[in-house]
């Protein structure tokens, strides 16, 4: 599959003589997002936006509105620092510079944990209001227009998360008796004027109001059916949405044991479809959470009284997490992890969200590197991280299958996988099971071949999601790298300095270790080591020590190292990137 370059500008591209590019963070619904370096000020986010916006929202608007916004500071808000324009291959593009917020969004967070503690949402709540009020005490006030949890970012810079309001896309500034035309935004979101085209601050309380029910309950107060409506036609959109609110909302503690009446009040209050009873503006919502305190009732051991959530949301993704840590217990690969939750992660587990920006959702993707990266490992947090069930494939279990030409079983291993869906199939050596195909393939062997890549076209469509791992990718069959198929090639380089040293925490954790372990310079002597190196180093050093029956200290470590080099050669990983370069792969 010849891979398509993600976006118009490339790692290390200069902007202005200002903002280096780090890399591609993703696609929105007005342009491209990236993560750049500022000459001055550090990291930064940078937004391309499209030529052509929409019908409703054109550049200049949208420039206008940066240009006001980056006037305003409030630690609730992502910084927005200016708005401008780059010349490229004689065109220009317009630009939005932005704060880069270390942490993730709340969709990621609730994605992992369901709902939350009740005293996070509270803290996450009010620094949303807190932020929302700012706005809409400017002069003239300032509505956002499209909160929602994928707006709202998580920082974990600090001793306890700040939340903070983002994409200001589709921002505008209104006189308080005005009103605001043109329907834009998340539609499950909306408030129930914004269907007639109209926007109001009240509007904003209505969709901060769905954040906090989601928080609270992990869901969103009505069900949803959209399965055999067009994805397109907003007249059928609004009309779901319309008629399923027309049932009145569980209260949230019908689902969490530990909401209040106060708490139930002040939420149902927010999200009233009337506007007289709801809230006017932020400021009223921030009176409300904040003038008195609000009790958090003593967690009872019933379980909630959880609806029907298969015909709200379109994912089969909200499954209690299996055991295990996920990408927790991944060390280091930030960028690789950033990449899995934004490419795959997330349009499994939001497909409402990409259907809306016309975006497809992956079917599967190639994992290759040397041995020893961690290809396995990273398959199985993978699917811990995403809660599906988890089929390991590997060539030895397949061998029958080609002696005895029994296309049948490869039909039933996928049909298996279907009945269990969400599933991962995890095929090991894909090398090995699909080789590329020029040459002396006997028949039966292509025919089983084929069979495979059969039924590995647009699987996702069954619930099936396919990770391949390869040392060898110059040696599978070009045919599994075509779109339907491996929509993501992924190369897996030897692990960075920031992760060969968590691989060292990791792997020293809850061990006897002497007081002198400098695990900085331990991650700076062992440049090229991959992850079973370093698991290797480590627990060779603890037999050491153990010989003696004494702690591990920094001197059994060193002078494994001195003893082992690492087990893949400059020269090895040199193929590997002559390979992703000669293919434009990631």
Known sequence: MTQIKKGILSK?????????????????????????KHKYLGLQVLKVLKEVLSEQTDIKTLVQEAKILSTLTHNNIVRVFEANEFTLNDKVYHYISMEFVSGENLTQRLFRFDRLPLKEVLSIQIDLISGLKFLHEQNPLIIHRDINTDNLLLSYEENKIIGKLSDFGLAQTINPLSKIANTAGRYLYFAPECFWNTYLPSSDVFSAGLVFYKMITGVQPWSYNFDSIDQDDFEQISNVIISARKEKPLNPSQYNSQCSEQLDSIILKAISLNLEDRYVNAIEFYSALT??????????????????????????????????????????????KETLYQDIILPLSDKELYLEYKVSIPNGMLLYGPPGFGKTFIAQKF???????????????????????AQEKIANLFNEAQEKAPTIIFIDEVD????????????????????????????HQRGIFIIAATNRPEKIDPAILRTGRMDKVIYLPPPDLTARKEMFELHLKNRPTENNIDIDKLAEITNLYVASDIKFLVNEASRNALKKRVKINQAHLESVISQNTPSISEKELKKYEVFRNSRNFN
Do not use: W
């Open 432 to 459: 090995a099971i699909l080789p590329n195909r020029e040459g002396n393939l006997n028949h039966s062997y292509a025919t089983e071949d084929n069979e495979f890549l059969a039924q590995m076209t647009e699987c």
């Open 12 to 36: 290390g591209d200069l902007i202005n003589s200002t903002y280096e590019v780090q890399f591609f963070i993703g696609q929105g619904s007005f342009g491209e997002v990236y993560r750049v």
């Open 383 to 405: 699917a811990e991280e995403i809660s599906y069930n988890y089929v390991e494939i590997k060539p030895s279990d397949l061998a029958s299958i080609y002696v005895h030409g």
């Open 291 to 336: 003038s008195k305190p609000i009790e958090i009732l003593p967690n009872s051991n019933a379980k909630p009284e959880k609806k029907n959530e298969s015909k709200q949301s379109v994912t089969p993704t909200q499954k209690p997490k299996d055991k295990g840590k996920g990408f927790d217990d991944i060390a280091g690969m930030k960028d690789l």
